[in-house]
């Protein structure tokens, strides 16, 4: 069962991922790379790009003009400041709703190929041995823990395996922290201590006063 032991790993490994980087950093990451994919989604964000960029420079111009002195070309921009704005409106609620409709199915794919997958197989793996320890080696009713729900006794379940590699992760993720916090506080300590002094040169003239 070293493949299955294998992909308990992985799993409990991307779900460690997931939880320290967070979902919504991940589905933020996930929608730029899908605007990246020439669609119909991609062209409505260029147009909204195109759309606000118009935008900011009519309402611009329609401030710098005078309704009192130049009315015709003050009413011509102000039509053409309120097309703009109802466009981009518009495409903003559009894209609001796809994005939430992807955010919505990411999730649900997320939560299907991590956490959904892994009760899938804790439950059709239960009665099966990740792998045997040697006889003896733990009291009895430590081999029956290590073998809870229903794995046969003497062994390890994919429950309890599960559970060992998510505690050694979380384990290994706040030693490299702390490691990686040591590492950069002894580079600014090496920084500041290497950084030469500042000297206060002494005008001449208050150098001779001193001499007398």
Known sequence: MVSLLLVVFLLQ????IINNVGANAIDDLLWILFLRIPSATSNSQRTQKVLQRDYLKTRKQLHSTSSQDEFA???KLRRQHDKLLADLENINAELTTTRSNFIAIISKVRWLGTNGFRLFLQFWY???AIFWI????VPGYIEWLLAFPRAPIGSVSIQIWGLACASVLLLLGDAFIALWALAVGQMEGKSRKGASPEFYTIPSGEKAKKEL
Do not use: L, N, Q, R
Not at 13 to 16: L, S, W, Y
Not at 134 to 137: Q, V
């Open 73 to 75: 070309k003050w009413a």
């Open 13 to 16: 490994f991307a779900i460690h």
């Open 126 to 128: 239960s009665k099966v």
């Open 134 to 137: 040697p006889k003896g080696w």
